[in-house]
């Protein structure tokens, strides 16, 4: 067969499968199906369908064929990033800054002690960090991993438990908000090449100006044309950072943040993510469920996981329980915003993705990070729902 009829069966296998899983499954209550694409994704990796059978992954998954999925999954994620940075919205929580300080400030930096002590224990044993990470990198990296929330992902389980627009909803975004930035920019921290420095300041200092230029731009534009210069602007800025070191996807997520949501309308937004989660992101947990690797061992994969995710959800709730404490919260809603706040979703898969790019850990890690995202995810509205029905009340608190 020609490499294009290779790359539609592979493309039929990514649509195909996770939707018949999701719907006939009837899965929705536990996994979406967003994670429901992530298993698959896995499922069709090398360490399940690669193993089992090897010479039909061997004919389905060619270089070639990796290779146009991985162009396609590359811009759909930059896309996805993008829109991450565009929702942030820090002006409702410097509205609220000490409770959102706090609350965020415990709700990351709670987990990422957590993390960063279960990685230092992983360093004990060969197999974990990568290539060209150094120990600090590997450490930090690892530790962000188990602090991060998904901010995209997070929104779809508020709309799915019905909160999104009320006010405890809106006040988990903002602590959510608050750590985004944290997360990306301990990344871009974790990236600097010092060999490189000089491109890395350059690179920052022609996106201030270019910032500024580009908003006057956007602002002067009709919404319908500001819609194609941002996709123009999001290429540019993706290259510029790939460029100087940092990665594509800290570009993304920059290109984003410079740009204000009431440039576009909501409803406009709502349908770019709903398009960009139907025909790209499918492609994308594809071509990460290809990355995976269990040449360590099957259970020291699980084995690591379930410490990581130990300590991705232990601290959040820990550090959600201390904000509570010192914020006078009703008893209970530390709980439910924990829960809410430590779901990893896909911002974790990008960041372990680009920790993976860059060598800085292993594919076996990569695997153990992933599988705790996945359970972190899956465990969030099972968890939250009932908790919900009992405390209706702090539905409608706003601090």
């Known amino acids: 067969m020609s490499t294009t009829e290779i790359f539609l069966i592979a493309m039929t296998l990514i649509f195909t499968l996770p939707y018949l899983i999701w719907r006939v499954g009837r899965t929705e209550y536990y996994a979406p199906l967003v994670v429901v694409q992530i298993i698959t994704g896995i499922l069709l990796g090398p360490g399940i369908l690669g193993a089992a059978y090897p010479d039909y992954y061997s004919f389905v998954f ?32 410097w509205q609220h800054r000490n409770e959102s300080v706090i609350t965020a400030g415990l709700a990351l930096g709670t987990p990422l002690l957590f993390g960063c002590i279960a990685s230092a224990g992983m360093l004990m044993y060969s197999g974990w960090i990568g290539p060209k990470g150094m120990t600090w990198q590997f450490v930090v990296g690892v530790g962000m ?16 438990l019905e ?20 997360i990306w920019g301990v990344l871009a921290l ?16 022609a996106f201030g100006i270019a ?46 943040a410079v740009m ?29 469920g290809l990355r995976t690797n269990w040449a360590v061992g099957g259970s020291a994969v699980f084995i690591v996981a379930a410490i990581l995710l130990f300590a991705s959800v232990s601290g959040k709730l820990i550090g959600t329980h201390v904000a509570g404490k010192i914020l006078k919260w009703e008893p209970g809603e530390a709980s439910i915003i924990g829960w809410l706040l430590q779901t990893k979703g896909l911002i974790e898969i990008i960041f372990i993705t680009v920790l993976l790019d860059k060598d800085i850990i292993t594919s076996e890690t990569f695997t153990a990070l992933l599988l705790m995202a996945v359970a972190s995810t899956m465990l969030t509205v099972p968890v939250v729902s009932p908790k919900l029905e009992r405390m209706k009340s702090i539905i409608f608190r706003s601090k």
């Open 163 to 182: 909160i999104l627009r009320q006010p405890v909803g809106q006040r988990i975004l903002r602590y959510a908000s608050l750590d985004d930035i944290a």
């Open 190 to 205: 974790i990236l600097m090449d010092w060999e490189r420095v000089g491109k890395q300041v350059g690179f920052l200092l």
């Open 211 to 256: 910032s500024y230029l580009f908003r006057k731009l956007m602002v002067w534009l009709q919404e319908r044309d500001r819609w194609y210069v941002g996709l123009i602007w999001l290429a540019v800025c993706g290259f510029g950072a790939d460029w100087s070191g940092l990665h594509f996807m800290v570009g993304a997520f920059l290109a984003g």
């Open 260 to 288: 204000d949501s009431e440039w576009f309308e909501q409803k406009q937004m709502d349908l770019l993510r709903h398009h960009v989660f139907l025909l790209l992101m499918p492609v994308f947990f594809l071509s990460t």
């Open 145 to 160: 991993a188990c602090a991060v929330t998904a901010l995209p992902v997070l929104i779809l389980l508020l709309e799915k």
């Open 62 to 93: 060619t270089p070639q064929v990796t290779q146009s999925l991985n162009g396609i999954a590359w811009w759909g994620v930059m896309i996805f990033v993008c829109i991450a940075g565009i929702e942030l919205d820090l002006r409702k929580a």
